[in-house]
């Protein structure tokens, strides 16, 4: 009698969670999410090479809020430039693709947190020696994606650490291209987010080294139009719920993601 009521229990405030999700009628009646993502940001998202399917970190969360929300997950592959006049427009009704929270981009978006990540320098291995702390990179080349806020960064710390010796920020067409030239000797050192760090690492293992610690604090985000409170509500709400029954944890262990954990989801927590 004790197991029945408290298999009872369990189901009704399973049933009870389940409710207290409501996502806007016309998404409810539709049965889906449409969101956007660019797969070209390992581990968080990116095309398997074997199969071509589409894997990573935000795929797998993505899929679990669906999930949770119980509609299905449409995912729509467009460019960086198009994430902001995607939502701003309706062609989707979400981005999650490893998008940073700014305050900048506030005005069209908010953004539910749910990773904190950070900029980080690293070098080629082979060249650790070198580069044995954050110092020993003023005066040097150090290439990132220009389409970040990634090289004004590095500027803003250059300015503070490097005195007359500043940095030499390069702009590339993303972190592929950032670690490319920085296999052929045209920079010194690259900077990409702390959280796709470790993934590339493990796909090539002795080809780079880190060097000290994230130069600033970044939340990456779910972007959702800004008029869309309810549907904010309900992404919240699904992201904390995720946290809550282990299944946020679970998925940063598969993608070795555990150190960008978060308690609890944020709203335009980014600065």
Known sequence: MKRLFVAAALVGAMTVSAMAIELPAELSKRGSIKIALVPNYPPMEFRDPATSTLSGFDIDFGEAIGRKLGVKIEWQETSFDQFMPSISTGRVDAILSGFTDYASRHETATFIDYLRSGPAFFVQQSRAAEFKDMPALCGKKVGASRRTMFPAMITSWSEKSCGSTPIQVVGTDGSADARTQLKQGRI????????????????????????????????????????????????????????????????LAKWKLSDNAIEKATINAGQ
Do not use: C, H, S
Request: glycine share 8%.
């Open 188 to 251: 010194d050192a690259a900077v990409q987010g702390n959280e796709t760090l470790p993934y590339i690492m493990d796909l090539e293992p002795g080809a780079y080294a880190p060097v000290g610690t994230a130069i600033a604090r970044q939340f990456t985000g779910i972007a959702l139009p800004v008029k869309e409170k309810a549907l904010q509500q309900a992404m919240l709400e699904a992201v904390d719920a995720l946290i809550a029954d282990g299944t946020y944890r679970t998925l």
